[in-house]
């Protein structure tokens, strides 16, 4: 994926991205914010950590799950 459609994605303007590749984190809010929408690990534990604040059983989602990327552009 390029950086533009990464930006895209995140809704994050191309900078953003540039200095979270050169590992220059802008805040930790942005730097949550973009592993949660990009890594599924750790979508998955914002994910039990909710529901465990929240008091609801865990999420039924399956630990692995297959994902199938296509870029949108081509």
């Known amino acids: 994926m390029s950086q533009q459609s990464f930006a895209r994605f995140l809704k994050v303007g191309v900078a953003s991205v540039k200095r979270w590749e050169?590992?220059?984190?802008?805040?930790?809010?942005?730097?949550?914010?973009?592993?949660?929408?990009?890594?599924?690990p750790t979508a998955r534990a914002n994910v039990r950590q909710l529901e465990s604040q929240l008091g609801l059983a865990p999420s039924a989602l399956p630990r692995t799950t297959v994902v199938s990327l296509r870029r949108r552009d081509a």
């Open 22 to 40: 050169a590992g220059l984190v802008q805040d930790e809010a942005m730097d949550e914010l973009i592993k949660v929408k990009s890594d599924l």
